[in-house]
């Protein structure tokens, strides 16, 4: 890299508009998509689609609700011909579907165009010529007047061959190609005579499309041209104003978002973002940016998943895992700070009286996408106490004290530390069994039966079997309660002096059939040790509980 980089690359110049009103608009409702997966995005793969995977593509942009969709280049060739034509009249395309297409601006690839959509009940044509200087002056050649007159050309031809097909509701698209980094003015004056050519009215108004075909300027400068444009343009009320931000600079999104602010009323793009270079404005990303700020955008995303796999197998590229709202791993914390946050955030929403989303983390809930809520904490060498107790509570319903939380972080830490990989929720899960001695064949106490009756006095007698180092032993003893009982049974029989500091219980799940869990922090000696019972009965719960105490001093 240059150590001095303006000896060959200029700043962008701003846009001379001062009194700019877009830094104080909203984004209230959805723009008119259109979705150019099938033209831009499959012309920016290695291997394009076949006939196959763009008719599976144009199904599921159907089903996620796209109105507007670009299905080919018909000019380019009869893989694309043949495709667009096929569909228009195969009756493919439902009654509330616009199909679009693309053509230079060259009489012969018009009218290539015009005859791919014969029979269409209603298509766009999207007529283009570059218009910047770069474009001017090294690749066509041509004064500001030529390339004017090549987009008036095209104009005509267009109005000429809808003309020649009345059947169909033709509607007309234009783009100043390198709108970005062209001259606003010029931009504006090539727009108007292409208008002048076609005579849109407000009833039936033309598209006239802004690309940011090089992202070369930060989002702020792209909406001032947009801005500055819809202020300028003859007729405004007679052009649709759309937006196709290509994401160099890592802010296509940003752009149509700020674009829109500045009064434009129509988005394209693609799925995921795919296209040239870096890729396109990605409609998912910016339809759920709306949709966390409390605005519809009529686009379906409820199954993302399925979306991502349809895309993934069409385009050949992968969905990368921390892409927005649906990467794999955009949902899932390992880090033990933002793990508690995560998990508190759950418990305050499910006591809350409104349906007002406010979870720390995750800026949309994954279920509305489809999601579940297993792979939102997940645990490795990084996580915290939160992250396993929250895999615990998902995967066997278990909600550990917070000091139970505490203690049982060292045996997943050593776990995690020992395998050098993440801990899925069976190796949590059979952490915690070996820790506190929960379904394993390895206690030294296990509880065969028992029963528990009430003496005259009030007290509780317990009097069961327990199986001791493979063996079983009648055992008995007398407390204030059931637990006290079994404390006093072990004391007598085994010489195990342990003292409860807390007891907690709680089910798991709902219904005649749920469990029960009950976990107790006692002491032994000066040992603080911690037990837990699972078992359908509470209070057969609460005695697992206790062996598992004893277990656990035994271990120590």
Same mark, same amino acid.
């Not at 031809?157 to 809808?162: E, I, S």
């Not at 005649?512 to 019972?533: F, T």
């Given at each position: 890299? +240059?150590?001095?980089?303006?000896?060959?690359?200029?700043?962008?110049?701003?846009?001379?508009?001062?009194?700019?009103?877009?830094?104080?608009?909203?984004?209230?409702?959805?723009?008119?998509?259109?979705? #150019?997966?099938?033209?831009?995005?499959? /012309?920016?793969?290695?291997?394009?689609?076949?006939?196959?995977?763009?008719?599976?593509?144009?199904?599921?942009?159907?089903?996620?609700?796209?109105?507007?969709?670009?299905?080919?280049?018909?000019?380019?060739?009869?893989?694309?011909?043949?495709?667009?034509?096929?569909?228009?009249?195969?009756?493919?395309?439902?009654?509330?579907?616009?199909?679009?297409?693309?053509?230079?601006? &060259?009489?012969?690839?018009? $009218?290539?165009?015009?005859?791919?959509?014969?029979?269409?009940?209603?298509?766009?044509?999207?007529?283009?010529?570059?218009?910047?200087?770069?474009?001017?002056?090294?690749?066509?050649?041509?004064?500001?007047?030529?390339?004017?007159?090549?987009?008036?050309?095209?104009?005509?031809?267009?109005?000429?061959?809808?003309?020649?097909?009345?059947? #169909?509701?033709?509607?007309?698209?234009?783009?100043?190609?390198?709108?970005?980094?062209?001259?606003?003015?010029?931009?504006?004056?090539?727009?108007?005579?292409?208008?002048?050519?076609?005579?849109?009215?407000?009833?039936?108004?033309?598209?006239?499309?802004?690309?940011?075909?090089?992202?070369?300027?930060?989002?702020?400068?792209?909406?001032?041209?947009?801005?500055?444009?819809? &202020?300028?343009?003859?007729?405004?009320?007679?052009?649709?104003?759309?937006?196709?931000?290509?994401?160099? $600079?890592?802010?296509?999104?940003?752009?149509?978002?700020?674009? +829109?602010?500045?009064?434009?009323?129509?988005?394209?793009?693609?799925?995921?973002?795919?296209?040239?270079?870096?890729?396109?404005?990605?409609?998912?990303?910016?339809?759920?940016?709306?949709?966390?700020?409390?605005?519809?955008?009529?686009?379906?995303?409820?199954?993302?998943?399925?979306?991502?796999?349809?895309?993934?197998?069409?385009?050949?590229?992968?969905?990368?895992?921390?892409?927005?709202?649906?990467?794999?791993?955009?949902? #899932?914390?390992?880090?033990?700070?933002?793990?508690?946050?995560?998990?508190?955030?759950?418990?305050?929403?499910?006591?809350?009286?409104?349906?007002?989303?406010?979870?720390?983390?995750?800026?949309?809930?994954?279920?509305?996408?489809?999601?579940?809520?297993?792979?939102?904490?997940?645990?490795? *060498?990084?996580?915290?106490?939160?992250?396993?107790?929250?895999?615990?509570?998902?995967? /066997?319903?278990?909600?550990?004290?917070?000091?139970? /939380? =505490?203690?049982?972080?060292?045996?997943?830490?050593?776990? =995690?530390?020992?395998?050098?990989?993440?801990?899925?929720?069976?190796?949590?899960?059979?952490?915690?069994?070996?820790?506190?001695?929960?379904?394993? *064949?390895?206690?030294?106490?296990?509880?065969?039966?028992?029963?528990? *009756? &009430?003496?005259?006095?009030?007290? &509780?007698?317990?009097?069961?079997?327990?199986?001791?180092?493979?063996?079983?032993?009648?055992?008995?003893? $007398?407390?204030?309660?059931?637990?006290? *009982?079994?404390?006093?049974?072990?004391?007598?029989?085994?010489?195990?002096?342990?003292?409860?500091?807390?007891?907690?219980?709680?089910?798991?799940?709902?219904?005649?059939?749920?469990?029960? =869990?009950?976990?107790?922090?006692?002491?032994?000696?000066?040992?603080?040790?911690?037990?837990?019972?699972?078992?359908?009965?509470?209070? #057969?719960?609460?005695?697992?509980?206790?062996?598992?105490?004893?277990?656990?001093?035994?271990?120590?």
């Amino acid at each position: 890299m +240059l150590k001095n980089p303006y000896n060959k690359y200029r700043p962008f110049p701003q846009i001379n508009l001062p009194d700019r009103q877009w830094p104080g608009r909203v984004i209230d409702k959805a723009p008119r998509w259109l979705s #150019t997966d099938l033209r831009d995005g499959n /012309q920016s793969i290695i291997d394009p689609m076949d006939a196959v995977k763009k008719r599976r593509f144009f199904d599921l942009l159907v089903e996620v609700g796209v109105k507007e969709i670009e299905v080919g280049f018909p000019s380019a060739g009869a893989t694309e011909f043949d495709f667009i034509s096929g569909l228009v009249q195969s009756g493919a395309v439902p009654g509330d579907v616009t199909v679009q297409v693309l053509t230079q601006s &060259r009489e012969d690839l018009i $009218r290539t165009s015009f005859e791919s959509l014969r029979g269409a009940r209603s298509a766009i044509v999207h007529l283009y010529n570059a218009v910047s200087p770069a474009w001017r002056d090294i690749v066509f050649r041509m004064s500001k007047e030529q390339v004017r007159d090549i987009a008036m050309t095209g104009a005509k031809v267009m109005r000429d061959c809808a003309a020649e097909q009345p059947d #169909t509701d033709w509607h007309f698209q234009y783009s100043p190609e390198t709108f970005s980094t062209a001259e606003i003015d010029f931009s504006i004056e090539v727009c108007a005579a292409v208008m002048e050519v076609l005579q849109p009215t407000s009833e039936k108004p033309i598209i006239l499309n802004l690309p940011a075909t090089v992202e070369a300027a930060t989002p702020n400068i792209y909406a001032d041209q947009i801005e500055y444009f819809c &202020r300028n343009l003859p007729n405004r009320d007679a052009a649709v104003i759309s937006l196709h931000t290509h994401n160099d $600079r890592g802010t296509g999104v940003a752009a149509a978002e700020l674009g +829109l602010m500045a009064g434009a009323d129509r988005v394209e793009g693609c799925l995921f973002g795919n296209g040239e270079r870096t890729g396109n404005c990605c409609l998912v990303t910016m339809a759920l940016n709306m949709y966390t700020q409390g605005v519809d955008p009529g686009l379906d995303f409820s199954d993302i998943d399925r979306v991502i796999e349809t895309v993934e197998y069409c385009n050949d590229l992968p969905v990368h895992q921390r892409h927005p709202y649906g990467g794999e791993l955009v949902y #899932t914390a390992f880090s033990g700070s933002h793990q508690d946050a995560i998990k508190k955030g759950f418990e305050a929403n499910s006591t809350q009286n409104d349906e007002l989303w406010r979870v720390p983390y995750l800026p949309i809930d994954p279920a509305d996408l489809g999601r579940d809520y297993e792979a939102v904490i997940r645990v490795n *060498s990084q996580s915290g106490k939160g992250g396993f107790a929250w895999v615990l509570e998902q995967d /066997q319903g278990l909600k550990l004290p917070k000091k139970m /939380q =505490a203690d049982f972080s060292r045996y997943v830490q050593h776990m =995690a530390d020992e395998l050098g990989r993440e801990l899925n929720a069976a190796d949590i899960w059979e952490a915690f069994k070996s820790a506190y001695h929960v379904k394993t *064949s390895d206690k030294k106490f296990q509880l065969v039966d028992y029963e528990e *009756s &009430r003496a005259s006095d009030g007290t &509780r007698l317990f009097v069961g079997k327990i199986a001791v180092d493979g063996g079983q032993q009648s055992v008995s003893g $007398r407390g204030n309660g059931l637990i006290s *009982s079994v404390l006093t049974t072990l004391e007598d029989a085994f010489d195990l002096d342990i003292k409860v500091l807390d007891y907690t219980e709680h089910a798991l799940g709902t219904g005649r059939d749920a469990k029960a =869990a009950a976990y107790l922090m006692c002491q032994s000696g000066d040992q603080v040790i911690w037990g837990c019972g699972i078992d359908e009965d509470v209070a #057969t719960a609460s005695v697992r509980a206790v062996l598992s105490a004893a277990n656990s001093a035994m271990a120590e």
